[in-house]
């Protein structure tokens, strides 16, 4: 590991940016999802509904006079017993998007599965409209853990010039969000 690494890995990984408020994009998220059980817990925030329970955390990523609060969903599926392997979703297509591609980035082919989740189509319905940056899929030995990083629900804070700006989790992509996790615990609580 070269130096550069090592420093980096010591000081900077875990540097917060000063204008970093904790907390504070998860309250807009929260005034987002208005109508949903919501409960902040621990610099987190937990979703209930009816068929789910989901985690949200901030994550920051920081970048030269400005940092970006993202918000990153979380997903719990068990299914215990099976070997571990970690997959990712995206769209397909460079301008527009066609459908939606499973990329195994970890670990054996889990048989069937990438084919199961790119031709479900009620799984497509839900995430063609949604606008997100990633969407992972691990699995261990406990279960399926999802994560989904979006567009939408981050906080964009410049320090030169000054601003800060909340970019919302609008209606609709509350809708396919929820409905993209209803249809993942659909599809991964039988495999």
Known sequence: MSAWARWYERYWREWLPSAYRPGATLALVRRNLAGIDCVEQDGRLLLHTKDLSIEVRERVQAHLLMHIVTTEFRLFVPAPGYPPVSLELRHDGWLRRRGIVCVVRRGGVPGPLPAILEEDR??????????????????????????????????????????????????????????????????????
């Open 122 to 191: 009620a799984l497509r319905e839900q995430l063609m409209p949604l606008d997100f940056r990633s969407l992972r899929l691990r699995r261990d030995s406990l279960g399926w853990n999802l994560s989904l990083e979006h567009l939408g629900a981050c906080e964009v804070v410049n320090r030169m010039p000054a601003y800060r700006r909340y970019i919302p989790l609008v209606g609709e992509q509350r809708q396919a969000l929820l409905g993209t996790f209803v249809q993942l615990q659909r599809l991964l609580s039988s495999s």
